[in-house]
C-alpha cells in the first residue's frame, strides 16, 4: 500500500476520538478512507512506527493503523 491509495477497515477498530461520537467507544470496521501518510520518520531520523499508515476517513477524522487492520479496494 502507498500514499493516495483507498482502504477499508477490516478489522474491528475501536477509537476514541471520532468527531460524531467525542469520548465514547465506535468500532470503526467497514469505513472507506485515503491514505495519507506511512510513518517512517521523525525529525528526520527513522522510526519504526507501531501504527504506521495515517488513513483519512472524513474532513475531520484522521486515524493511524496497523497493516493488518486495512485493506485495498
Avoid: C
Amino acid at each position: 500500500m502507498k500514499v493516495g491509495d483507498r482502504v477499508q477497515v477490516k478489522e474491528s477498530v475501536v477509537v476514541y476520538h471520532h468527531p460524531e461520537h467525542r469520548s465514547q467507544a465506535f468500532d470503526i470496521k467497514g469505513t472507506e478512507g485515503e491514505i495519507v501518510a506511512i510513518v517512517t520518520q521523525w525529525e528526520g531520523r527513522p522510526v519504526s512506527a507501531n501504527f504506521p499508515f495515517l488513513v483519512q476517513f472524513g474532513k475531520k477524522f484522521k486515524a493511524h493503523l496497523r497493516d493488518f487492520e486495512i485493506e485495498s479496494i
